[in-house]
């Protein structure tokens, strides 16, 4: 995903920060998915900044370490917030534009059963959620545990099925984890917390 | 050193602070630092996240963490019911929602179903609650261990191991002496099959509505600096023993003498002539459930409006 | 019928809030200033900006005189102000031999490099309450300042040969008035203040020079804990036990320190190197050209507490240091912080002693929680009655034991939780 800036320098970082009414209101949708990891939620979008931006930029001040992926929105991003730069193996905050590949997903400082709050936080741009007609790049989840009725189900799209495995794989040893909060372009989030297990739903033969 | 002139200074230093400049009670630094952790405390349930809580209006102890709380999720367009014991009317309750409502410009609502956060001192109310709504339980001791072990280490051994064994031990040790749990208000309960919580001073009977609620529950302790959480649909069981199950309290013929029911948490009010007065302790609830002959005098408990 | 405290929570409050400020005002003596409150309640003033955690003598003033002179309702004020007050910079570290000393004695030297200083002290002035009647204070005060006059220039730095009240007073001239005779040599020293800053040699640096001391420094040089904003649990690091010692309540510290004099491991007491009074530079680094800029003064106690290392598994060729540091002028905080801070390292971090440190002296804490018990508790309290009733049931076997929950709340089915194991 390409970002392409056509605002000035000081506008982007203008805009990247969050009015409190709108940080707000963005935080209270996030708990909603957090706490229900089936659920689709959306904050509002803003013109020329991804919205993994914005809502990652509602979260982060000087006391958090953030590691941002993407060498264009790093910059303003920290001058925007704030934040205390660190690199992805110590951050508390990871954001990413990209997919993070799995040994990124590795490396992330997952915490320790002591710690379980040094657990690391993903923000990761995905390209929608369950959005294509032949399901093409999309990999639905089935979630069970915490906030889950039963068993429920998410469509990812944008994400490899190998990215859930090391999901899983990081989540295993839970309380010790990852979060993962993820944001589609149009401004919907979901977000699956380290204590949801995660199977992945395989395709149906045929359309 | 040069003295700048008031005005210049406080320009200069709202210039500085940016956002954590001071607008109120309680900045967005704070905010985003509670909101850090709460996060944390619904991908862990159960688990107590430490979080860098600040002193507040409100003293240690009389619900400066469910303030913050509060003030972390609360938005101008919500509306807040506060409550101490049941009740929306006391002082305390009082004093905590027009610091809520003048701080965040959100409404206010007696009405259960109709508030978005419920902040509460001990009490569950007994409306169920609905996807949407967060609970703020105000937590004196967040460490359900703090009766069994004394060291701060050894307790934060037995979380992150989920090694109980001690605290079942002392339960055991309990029935044993006294034929019963004899384990009041904030009684231990297991979260996702993982946690010991401390539930906060609600009563047994406020236990089962923690069980698979559809409202997120947010406990939070200002003083001792921790703050947990319970997501929706979660489970949540009292420790217990399969040949002792758990009990709730009930007092035999009690009933409401405003509202006649007999199935929500009654208080008693000892009278002179020594008999026992039974009262609803949701206040909200009772007013909502008078009988339909409203030949009522007595209006205590309800809040005029 | 008295339903609860709790009725009429509004009205209630209002009416409370006005009797408040009604009280405060009340009687016909006129508004206390300010400044009055600084310059003759100003040991009040730095106690509360020790516990609040917060250098403004302005701000303590008024919250002192807000407070009605109630030190835990002053200290919760300035502490719930400290909140709103946003971060600008972190101030640069400070070595203490910058400290520019009004007063510094020791204990375990009877004349160190650099004299005692004996500054503005209570400690040798006989503790006499004074009754002089209340028209006679204006004769007294022209006296005083007539005494003080005669004596200016004359040096304040002195040897002792004993801490006897009697060797001042034979190189000053005794004012007639027997009242002020006693205040005279706190006065000499009051006059000290105006002359040359003190920057004595540290009693720290004698003692590594005699190689008497345990090495704890070890090179590295970590951020400080922030207590504000981790809460500090055993096993935090020494500066985090520092923080909340610099917090703790007076009270709690000298308290605890007393406490831990009958622990059978304590077997005397530590002895004091080193007690200061004095004032250190606030120093911040320039936002544009990153040159550490003083910005302002700040004014401290600090003390450097010696103890005899006798434990089996210590090391019995050494002694040991205690630090403790707060704001303003209070010498018994200081002093118990530095022997908690010994004790704390002597036990371990993670010991019960440092557990206690952490989490129990904390002024606004501990008095919030114990004020809590005032707000009501019935709830819990009835389900207190209940679980009485029950046992009393099973004692006497009067009623069978209360029903394995029947009573469904609305909307939930009946609950008999089985069994965890």
Request: charged share 25%; with cysteine; proline share 6%.
């Amino acid at each position: 995903m390409t970002t392409t800036r056509t605002l000035t320098y000081g506008e982007t970082i203008r805009r990247i920060g969050r009015a409190p009414e709108d940080s707000q209101r963005d935080y209270r949708r996030l708990i909603d998915v957090l706490g229900r990891p089936s659920r689709i939620a959306a904050i509002d979008t803003v013109d020329g900044v991804p919205p993994v931006i914005i809502l990652a930029a509602g979260l982060a001040d000087v006391d958090v370490t953030v590691a941002v992926l993407d060498e264009d929105w790093e910059r303003p991003f920290f001058v925007a917030t704030g934040a205390t730069r660190t690199d992805i193996t110590r951050a508390q905050h990871i954001i990413a534009t990209q997919p993070l590949t799995v040994d990124q997903l590795t490396s992330l400082e997952r915490g320790d059963a002591l710690h379980p709050e040094r657990g690391a936080r993903v923000f990761a741009a995905v390209t929608g959620f369950g959005d294509a007609v032949d399901g093409a790049d999309s990999t639905t989840l089935i979630l069970s545990g915490p906030g889950n009725d039963g068993e429920a189900r998410l469509s990812v799209d944008g994400l490899a099925p190998e990215f859930f495995d090391a999901l899983a794989i990081a989540n295993a040893d839970f309380p010790a984890g990852i979060d993962l909060v993820l944001v589609a372009p149009d401004g919907r989030i979901a977000a699956i917390p380290r204590s949801s297990r995660i199977s992945i739903e395989k395709p149906e033969k045929g359309a | 050193m040069t003295t700048l002139s008031a005005e210049l200074t406080e320009r200069s230093v709202e210039q500085l602070a940016g956002d954590a400049a001071p607008r109120d009670i309680f900045d967005e630094l704070s905010k985003r630092a509670v909101r850090r952790a709460l996060l944390t405390a619904i991908a862990v349930p159960g688990y107590q996240v430490p979080f860098s809580s600040r002193e507040m209006p409100v003293a240690r102890g009389w619900g400066s963490g469910g303030l913050q709380a509060t003030l972390a999720l609360i938005g101008a367009d919500d509306n807040v019911k506060v409550i101490d014991q049941g009740e929306d009317a006391g002082v305390n309750a009082t004093n905590l929602r027009r610091l809520i409502v003048g701080n965040a410009g959100c409404g206010e609502e007696t009405e259960t179903g109709l508030a978005d956060v419920i902040q509460s001192r001990h009490r569950i109310p007994e409306e169920p609650l609905k996807d949407g709504q967060t609970l703020v339980l105000q937590v004196p001791v967040p460490e359900p261990l703090r009766g069994v072990v004394g060291s701060m280490d050894e307790q934060r051994r037995m979380h992150a191991e989920g090694d109980y064994a001690k605290m079942w031990v002392r339960l055991y040790e309990d029935i044993v002496r006294n034929g019963v749990v004899s384990h009041s208000a904030d009684y231990p309960c297991l979260v996702n099959g993982r946690y010991v919580i401390a539930p906060s001073p609600i009563p047994r009977f406020d236990v089962p509505k923690l069980n698979d609620s559809e409202a997120l529950v947010v406990l939070s302790a200002g003083r001792e600096k921790r703050i947990y959480a319970i997501p929706p649909h979660t489970r949540v069981e009292p420790l217990t023993f399969e040949d002792v199950p758990f009990t709730v309290e009930h007092t035999e013929g009690a009933a409401c003498v405003f509202c006649g029911s007999d199935d929500t948490y009654l208080i008693g009010v000892p009278e002179e002539d020594g008999t026992t007065r039974w009262v609803c302790s949701d206040t909200d609830w009772c007013s909502r459930h008078r009988p339909d002959d409203d030949t009522e005098t007595e209006t205590e408990g309800e809040v005029s409006r | 019928m008295g339903y609860s405290n709790a009725k009429g929570g509004e009205e209630a409050i209002l009416a409370a809030e006005q009797l408040v400020r009604r009280g405060r005002e009340a009687g016909s003596s006129p508004r206390l200033t300010l400044d009055q409150v600084t310059e003759r309640l100003r040991l009040a003033v730095d106690r509360v900006m020790g516990e609040a955690s917060l250098w403004s003598p302005g701000l303590a003033s008024r919250a002192v005189r807000q407070a009605e002179g109630d030190q835990f309702e002053a200290m919760q004020l300035l502490r719930a102000h400290r909140s709103t007050l946003p971060r600008l910079a972190y101030s640069e570290p400070v070595e203490v031999a910058e400290l520019r000393v009004l007063r510094r004695v020791s204990s375990a030297f009877r004349n160190p490099p650099g004299s005692q200083i004996l500054g503005r002290t209570l400690d040798y002035v006989g503790r006499l309450l004074d009754l002089m009647p209340e028209q006679d204070h204006e004769r007294y005060v022209a006296e005083l300042e007539a005494s003080v006059g005669h004596s200016h220039g004359h040096g304040h730095g002195h040897s002792h040969d004993g801490h006897t009240h009697g060797d001042h007073e034979h190189e000053h001239r005794v004012p007639e008035n027997s009242a002020t005779r006693d205040l005279v040599g706190e006065l000499q020293a009051v006059a000290a203040e105006s002359d040359d800053d003190r920057n004595p040699p540290r009693v720290m640096d004698l003692m590594r020079a005699m190689d008497l001391l345990v090495e704890r420094r070890t090179g590295e040089d970590p951020e400080p804990y922030d207590v504000t904003r981790q809460p500090a649990r055993p096993g935090a690091p020494r500066s985090a036990v520092l923080s909340m010692l610099a917090r703790a309540e007076t009270g709690a510290l000298v308290h605890f320190w007393y406490k831990l004099r009958f622990d059978p491991r304590s077997a005397g007491h530590e002895i004091p190197g080193e007690v200061r009074h004095g004032w250190l530079p606030l120093r911040v680094n320039h936002p544009l050209t990153g040159n550490p800029v003083q910005v302002a003064e700040v004014r401290v106690t600090d003390v450097e507490t010696y103890d005899d290392l006798d434990r089996p598994d210590e090391d019995r060729s050494r002694i040991d240091v205690g630090y403790g540091l707060c704001f303003g002028h209070n010498e018994r905080k200081a002093i118990a912080m530095a022997g908690l801070d010994l004790a704390v390292h002597r036990d371990g971090n993670s010991s019960e002693v440092a557990q206690q440190v952490l989490i129990t002296l904390d002024g606004v804490e501990a008095n919030g929680f114990l004020e809590h018990l005032k707000l009501p508790h019935h709830v819990d309290f009835r389900s207190v009655i209940d679980r009485k009733q029950a046992i009393r049931a099973l004692q006497t076997g009067t009623k069978p034991v209360a029903a394995t929950d029947a009573t469904p709340t609305p909307g939930n089915e009946t609950q008999q939780i089985g069994a965890l194991v």
